[in-house]
């Protein structure tokens, strides 16, 4: 019974990603925390999620021309080692039970973070827009990069709406679709390593793993298809608002 709502939380949080373009990681683990799995098992569990099911999309976008590979190298070569150097860190401690605090904790930043992105995402970005050389955008790429990877590695959360912000403030005449294309790219094999990593942890749920993506991956595409007759101004302040809610319960309670 249990897999049968695990296979419907897939579906639903997959419906969403697919409407909305985001959510992923910021809905999957605090509704995983609701069900009653603690924070490492939600957090290694939806890293994998994330990676898995985020990968066709990487395919598509690339056969199409969306991706700029000179970012994607620039950024995972920030975000891969912080991966890996977060999970070495959080391996120091004896039990998981060690550093469930500190993992909630930065939940709760990142969830009110990502609210404010998605709510603000427009004023956020032309408020901060920058213009840099080739060459400095690559040490900021690489420096955003190194930040990301090792928040997305505690949370699971921020790969998508906070990798997408950067971009679009770092590069503010890159079109939408390579914008998309591009944090894509990025996106998936972080999450990838940073599931890996916790899989050496014991973090990850193989069971509840094969459950989300069941139910998933044919929302995700079904969302897809129904976003143009849905407006994003509607759904996304739903959105932010329940993400930021989490988040304050993480931060505060």
């Not at 914008?179 to 940073?194: K, M, N, W």
């Amino acid at each position: 019974m249990d897999f049968l709502w695990y296979i419907s939380a897939g579906a639903a949080v997959g419906l969403a990603v697919g409407i909305t373009g985001v959510g992923g990681g910021s809905l999957m683990t605090p509704l995983l925390l609701i069900f009653g799995f603690p924070p490492h098992i939600a957090i290694g569990t939806d890293l994998m999620y994330a990676g898995i099911a985020k990968s066709t999309g990487v395919v598509m976008h690339a056969k199409r021309g969306n991706v700029n590979w000179t970012i994607v190298f620039a950024m995972a070569a920030g975000s891969i080692p912080a991966s890996l150097i977060t999970v070495w860190t959080l391996s120091q401690f004896d039990k998981p039970d060690h550093y469930q605090e500190i993992l909630t904790s930065t939940l709760g930043v990142m969830l009110v973070l990502t609210a404010a992105v998605i709510l603000f995402r427009a004023k956020l970005t032309k408020a901060l827009s920058v213009n840099i050389s080739a060459a400095q955008s690559t040490k900021v790429v690489f420096v955003c990069g190194f930040i990301l990877g090792g928040l997305v590695t505690l949370t699971s959360v921020g790969a998508g709406a906070l990798g997408t912000a950067i971009m679009m403030i770092l590069f503010p005449i890159m079109r939408a679709k390579n914008i998309v294309g591009t944090d894509l790219a990025h996106a998936v094999p972080l999450t990838l390593v940073a599931g890996t990593g916790h899989i050496f942890l014991g973090n990850v749920d193989y069971s509840l793993l094969t459950a989300l993506l069941i139910g998933s991956i044919p929302t995700i595409y079904i969302g897809t298809r129904i976003a143009s007759h849905i407006p994003n101004h509607v759904l996304q302040p739903i959105l932010a608002t329940a993400l930021f809610s989490f988040g304050m319960k993480y931060l505060f309670f």
